[in-house]
């Protein structure tokens, strides 16, 4: 089971911690500028130290050539890897525990990139995690490690720690009260920084933001650990007192609104992205706020990866554009929920 | 103009290609044209483009016709070539283009020393250099908070580590 249908701490705000460190093997050209001998080094090297990691849980390994490329884009909107390391499939490799919280991606922009996913704030976890999983490859690998530098990186920008730690949280009502501006500005000034993580731009499709740290040199870990708790445990009550002043604002409205957005995702035929994503936002906040008896968190965050256009295409099965894939993701939509309704009334 | 596409929204995107001399035109709404990756090629701000800013920038005065020349010799990466990307090709290139990322990286780290973990196989000698550095800052922020029973008691435990360090040094040599 993945993050996504597990319950976390704070789970109302944060849908889920990660933590990313990057690492390079010594004396062997970063992925930049490798030859296909040098990927197939890395590879196997990180590779051999499967049998060390699986004391815990089970781990594989796969070529990302040798997954088919639905199965790929899930992974990227999992969050279980990126982008990137897609781009790159004929070099690239992967290795993924069975439940699906740590992952360690094989010549993406670096040599290896680790992560760890959590659900809700478990940022500490991660990190120990993460620090476990980087100790057992150390014993078999040697990394590019400079004294004054520390780790190095492909980009400049994460040499040090090369750990990027994130918070998905979502943030409705700091965003209808246009609060994100001025905590952006804020949290910049202690290295940190947030984006949309769906959607382009300035807009963050579903108000969910990702908060991260920007300087991955000069603090330790610990140190960017715990900027990132106490800037987000601030975050996270605002969002919580704003949540409800715009409940008792809004009054009946806003229980209105919420009711109106579970309808239309309830029922609609054709759902474009960024309108199922506004509804979705609104469903969470109800959700959050204990509208909508029977469906939790979870299951609002389990149909927003659902909505999502690999989600979607993986249910049918066939790459699809335009009405074609907001008529399939309607489907999608609807028939999840009833799935959730029914297995509600069952338990009751 | 309405978007030649789904016929519904305003067409914001228009696109002219010239492919054989024979030339087609397309007026599409964003949405249409999100969903198009075929030709849709907008440069974003980058972080490559910025890094190739700051090194521009830092390198005002000092020769920068000599910088363009700077070659990794161990991955043969130029630094014309890393200014485009971004990228770097090798561990080497720190050394090599040092001169250079200096200045990048106190500006976009706002620090160029590391105080984070360490990987044991580098060995311990480097672990206590590094309590060596935490150490001297400590030093600076007792004098300065005017904490002198401390900052002597940390000047003690410089010394002493230095001295060990030094004596190994010398002995490797």
Redesign the interface.
């Known amino acids: 089971m993945s993050w996504i249908n597990e319950t976390g701490p704070d789970r109302d705000v944060v849908m889920s911690s990660r933590v990313r460190i990057a690492r390079?093997i010594?004396?062997?050209?970063?992925p930049?500028?490798m030859q296909p001998q040098h990927a197939v080094q890395v590879a196997e090297k990180v590779r051999s130290c499967l049998p060390d990691l699986k004391s815990g849980s089970r781990f594989d390994f796969m070529y990302m050539r040798d997954v088919p490329a639905i199965e790929r884009q899930i992974l990227v909107e999992k969050h279980l890897a990126s982008q990137d390391l897609m781009k790159r499939y004929e070099q690239s490799a992967l290795i993924m525990d069975s439940r699906e919280k740590i992952t360690v991606m094989i010549n993406e922009?670096d040599h290896i990139r680790m992560h760890c996913i959590l659900p809700g704030f478990q940022l500490n976890p991660a990190w120990e995690q993460m620090?476990k999983v980087?100790?057992i490859i150390?014993q078999k690998v040697?990394?590019?490690?400079?004294?004054?530098?520390?780790?190095?990186t492909?980009?400049?920008?994460n040499?040090?720690?090369g750990?990027r730690a994130s918070v998905m949280m979502h943030l409705p009502a700091l965003t209808i009260n246009k609060q994100m501006n001025l905590i952006l500005q804020t949290i910049s000034k202690i290295?940190l920084t947030a984006r949309g993580i769906y959607g382009e731009g300035s807009e963050a499709l579903g108000n969910i933001y990702q908060i991260s740290n920007q300087?991955?040199?000069?603090?330790?870990?610990e140190?960017i650990i715990s900027n990132m708790i106490i800037a987000c445990r601030q975050i996270m009550e605002k969002e919580r007192i704003a949540r409800k002043a715009v409940r008792k604002t809004g009054g009946i409205q806003f229980d209105d609104a919420v009711w109106r957005a579970f309808g239309i995702l309830r029922n609609a035929r054709v759902l474009?992205l960024k309108e199922f994503m506004a509804y979705i936002s609104q469903m969470r906040m109800g959700v959050s706020l204990g509208l909508i008896p029977g469906f939790s968190l979870e299951d609002v965050d389990g149909l927003m990866t659902a909505g999502q256009p690999a989600g979607v295409m993986r249910k049918t099965g066939r790459i699809m554009?335009?009405?074609e894939l907001d008529a399939a993701r309607a489907d999608v939509i609807r028939k999840a929920i009833e799935e959730l309704e029914k297995s509600k009334e069952k338990n009751i | 103009m309405l978007c030649q596409?789904?016929k519904e929204r305003e067409a914001t995107v228009h696109v002219t290609k010239i492919i054989n001399n024979r030339k087609t035109e397309m007026h599409l709404c964003e949405?249409?044209a999100r969903?198009?990756d075929d030709f849709i090629q907008i440069p974003s701000f980058s972080?490559n483009d910025l890094?190739a800013g700051l090194m521009d920038f830092s390198h005002s005065q000092p020769a920068p016709e000599k910088a363009a020349l700077a070659k990794c010799a161990a991955?043969g990466?130029e630094y014309s070539q890393f200014k485009k990307?971004?990228?770097?090709?090798?561990?080497k290139c720190?050394e090599y283009f040092g001169r250079e990322?200096g200045p990048?990286?106190r500006r976009?780290?706002?620090?160029?020393?590391?105080?984070?973990?360490?990987?044991?196989?580098?060995g311990s000698h480097?672990l206590r250099?590094k309590q060596l550095a935490r150490w001297k800052t400590e030093l600076k922020r007792a004098v300065e908070l005017e904490a002198y029973e401390r900052a002597a008691e940390l000047r003690d435990k410089i010394k002493a580590l230095e001295q060990a360090l030094d004596s190994e040094g010398g002995g490797k040599r």
């Open positions: 390079n010594a004396d062997i050209p970063f930049s500028i922009e620090n980087d100790d150390e040697e990394y590019a490690y400079h004294e004054q530098l520390g780790y190095l492909c980009c400049p920008t040499v040090g720690t750990m290295g300087i991955t040199l000069g603090p330790s870990e140190d474009e554009e335009g009405t | 596409e789904c949405y249409c969903q198009r972080v890094i991955c990466m990307m971004g990228r770097l090709g090798c561990q720190y990322l990048v990286l976009i780290q706002g620090s160029s020393q590391h105080a984070g973990k360490v990987p044991r196989q580098a480097l250099k």
